[in-house]
């Protein structure tokens, strides 16, 4: 299947640059095989609840203040929510409710970022996932829900993606919200917003407070302004990179052909070749990045293995070694008796068999690798041995 990268960049128009990357450029010879491998952001821990659950506690990695206390651990509800507090009796509770709500069934002490009737517990879970990132004193916990399918009678493909960040340092929380459509399920009603630990305080976006809507890439900020309020506001819109699982998908190309949809890839240039790789982050925020494979045609086709310091081994070039992979290099005499083998790219032949020294003549090697258990010559040559 061949999908042309103007088409694609038709689709995607406003790519969003983040920590993707296609690798780090490599120098070759011809023929020498390089694995490519595009990576985006950090892999998430994976959360697997029920309908309607509540899981946890899981660490945040740095004591965080909320509404004046501090906490160093958090739960995490099915529906959108997490919270400092365990909430047992919120298990079972499906419907939106406006902030602040002292009842006992509702959450206290939570960030519902947003809270709806979720169904985490559907076919391809975990849709839930959590990491530490940063360094101290900045570091953040993001709690990511990745195409979460919403619980709609008859609509289980409609799924949301959000993350809410606890900010170390500032307390800030934050919500970034990629979609969140409209169901026809409980009024289509949501809550984005946080509430203390009795209930009786709390904020909401306006809006966003158990009413209906929907929302497709917006991001709002939660600033503590003092022990028993914060600030809401709006803020630009970015995920952060944490690798939910299986939800992310990667394309490759080479120039405008399509060449595989696998996070890696292995190619063996026989020219300098640039390679674009693509990665859709939850069905949503696209990413592109590129990375060039620089082949060096001039295999030298003499050595001189006398002990001067130059010219004295024969080696084939492939940078970064960690890139090469199932590399065979192999040198024969003109009676194809093997003389030197090496799964070194790093290692060049010094002109010696078993210890001895080999004679002046014409020698030939072969660079190979293996696929499938298939033996495939990708390049070889002539080498004159001169003492």
């Excluded at 020498?32 to 509540?54: F, R």
């Excluded at 946890?56 to 507090?85: E, L, R, V």
């Excluded at 069934?105 to 985490?120: E, H, S, T």
């Amino acid at each position: 299947m061949k999908i042309s990268l103007v088409l694609l960049l038709c689709l995607f128009p406003n790519f969003l640059w983040a920590q993707f990357t296609a690798g780090v450029d490599d120098t070759i010879n011809p023929g020498v095989p390089v694995t490519l491998t595009a990576s985006y952001g950090l892999i998430g821990n994976e959360v697997a609840t029920t309908d309607d659950g509540v899981e946890g506690p899981f660490p945040i990695g740095f004591d965080f203040s909320f509404f004046g206390n501090i906490y160093t651990q958090f739960y995490i509800g099915a529906n959108g929510w997490i919270s400092f507090s365990p909430n047992p009796d919120a298990k079972g509770r499906r419907d939106a409710f406006a902030v602040p709500s002292a009842a006992d069934y509702n959450p206290k002490n939570c960030i519902l970022g947003p809270w709806q009737d979720m169904d985490p517990g559907q076919i391809n879970s975990p849709y839930i996932f959590y990491l530490t990132t940063g360094k101290a004193p900045v570091r953040s916990l993001v709690v990511m829900w990745c195409e979460c399918p919403l619980y709609a009678t008859a609509m289980r493909d409609s799924l949301v993606t959000f993350q809410i960040i606890l900010r170390e340092g500032s307390n800030n929380v934050e919500n970034h919200i990629m979609k969140k459509p409209s169901v026809d399920w409980l009024g289509n009603k949501a809550t984005l917003g946080l509430q203390n630990i009795t209930g009786y305080i709390g904020m909401a976006v306006p809006g966003r407070n158990a009413t209906s809507w929907r929302a497709e890439k917006e991001a709002w900020r939660y600033s503590p302004s003092s022990a028993d309020s914060f600030l809401v506001a709006s803020i630009p819109y970015h995920l952060q990179p944490v690798t939910p699982g299986s939800k992310i998908s990667y394309r490759w190309y080479q120039g405008s052909e399509f060449i595989s949809d696998q996070q890696s890839i292995v190619v063996t240039p026989s020219q300098t070749t640039t390679y674009r790789a693509f990665c859709s982050v939850c069905s949503g925020d696209t990413f592109s990045a590129q990375v060039t494979v620089h082949v060096v045609p001039y295999i030298p086709n003499a050595f001189t293995p006398n002990g001067d310091g130059l010219n004295d081994l024969f080696t084939i070039t492939g940078l970064p070694k960690e890139n090469i992979t199932q590399f065979n290099f192999q040198i024969f005499n003109r009676w194809g008796q093997l003389v030197f083998l090496t799964r070194d790219i790093m290692e060049g032949w010094d002109g010696r068999s078993k210890g001895e020294y080999c004679p002046t003549d014409v020698y030939f090697w072969v660079i190979y690798w293996e696929d499938n258990k298939k033996t495939k010559v990708t390049n070889k040559g002539m080498i004159t041995l001169v003492r």
